[in-house]
C-alpha cells in the first residue's frame, strides 16, 4: 500500500522569501508518479507540479519546484519569492502506474506573511 | 466548459433523507474519483472508477454510500438516509490513464457542500 506523509500540518514564511513543504512517501512500486495540488480558501484543488520517478531531473513550473530525492523518498515542494496568494493547503499525492488511484497526504497549511 | 463539472454547488437536507450528488468529468477522461473533505481537513478517499473496470469501493465509509458511473461518464453519489456527520465538501475528480498513467494529474471539480440538518 501506498502512503504519503506530511509532517508540517502549518508553515508560516515572509512574503518574497522561499519555503519548503516536506513530503515522503511510501510506495514498493518501481513506477509512480507524485503530484502536489494548492487548495486556497476558497476550496479548488489547483494542479501544481508533477514528477515521475524515473525522471532525471527535478521539476520546475514558475515559482514551484520538487526537491525530489528518490533514494529517500522525498518530494519536497519549494515555493520561490513567496506572495500573499500563496496561503493555501498544499497536498502532496502519489499514483502508481498499475493501481492507479492516487492517495493524497494530511495537507501542509501555509501561511504567507505581509 | 471545459472542467468537472458538480452539481449541486451546495445541498442542505434533513437528517434521514436521501441525497445524489453529480459529476461530470472532463471529456475523454476514463477515470473519475469521489473524495470528502471534511472542514480543514484532508481529502477522504470514496470511489474510483476507471473505464470499464470494477470500481475500487475501498473507501466507502457505509452502505449507505453508493455511487455509479453510466456510460464511462456521468456519475452519480448516493448517500441513503443521511446523518449529521454526512456533512462535508464531496469532491469529484477525473483523469486521463495514458500510457504509462502514473503521469496524468486528477482536474477537480468545485465540489458540492453538503449540510444535513
Known amino acids: 500500500a501506498q502512503k504519503i506523509t506530511q509532517t508540517q500540518p502549518g508553515m508560516f514564511v515572509q512574503e518574497k522569501e522561499a519555503v519548503t513543504l516536506d513530503c515522503t512517501y511510501d510506495t514498493s512500486d518501481p513506477s509512480y508518479g507524485l503530484f502536489w495540488y494548492k487548495q486556497p480558501s476558497s476550496g479548488e484543488m489547483i494542479f501544481l507540479i508533477y514528477q515521475g520517478s524515473y525522471d532525471q531531473q527535478n521539476a520546475t513550473e514558475g515559482r514551484y519546484s520538487l526537491n525530489f530525492q528518490k533514494a529517500r523518498k522525498s518530494a519536497n515542494l519549494v515555493i520561490s519569492a513567496s506572495q500573499l496568494g500563496d496561503s493555501a493547503m498544499y497536498f502532496c499525492?502519489?499514483?502508481?502506474?498499475?493501481?492507479?488511484?492516487?492517495?493524497f497526504g494530511p495537507g501542509t497549511r501555509l501561511s504567507v506573511l505581509p | 466548459g471545459a472542467g468537472v463539472s458538480q452539481s449541486p454547488s451546495n445541498k442542505v437536507t434533513e437528517k434521514g433523507k436521501d441525497v445524489e450528488l453529480r459529476c461530470d468529468p472532463i471529456s475523454g477522461h476514463t477515470a473519475l474519483y469521489w473524495y470528502r473533505q471534511s472542514l480543514g481537513q484532508g481529502l477522504e478517499f470514496l470511489i474510483y472508477?476507471?473505464?470499464?473496470?470494477?470500481?475500487?469501493k475501498s473507501g466507502l465509509p457505509s452502505d449507505r454510500f453508493s455511487a455509479e458511473r453510466t456510460g464511462g461518464s456521468v456519475s452519480t453519489l448516493t448517500i441513503q438516509r443521511t446523518q449529521q456527520e454526512d456533512s462535508a465538501v464531496y469532491l469529484c475528480?477525473?483523469?486521463?490513464?495514458?500510457?504509462?498513467?502514473?503521469?496524468?494529474?486528477?482536474?477537480f471539480g468545485d465540489g458540492t457542500r453538503l449540510s444535513i440538518l
Open positions: 472508477f476507471q473505464g470499464n473496470s470494477a470500481p475500487d
Open positions: 475528480a477525473s483523469s486521463l490513464v495514458g500510457t504509462g498513467g502514473a503521469n496524468q494529474p486528477q482536474h
Open positions: 499525492a502519489i499514483r502508481d502506474n498499475y493501481g492507479q488511484n492516487f492517495v
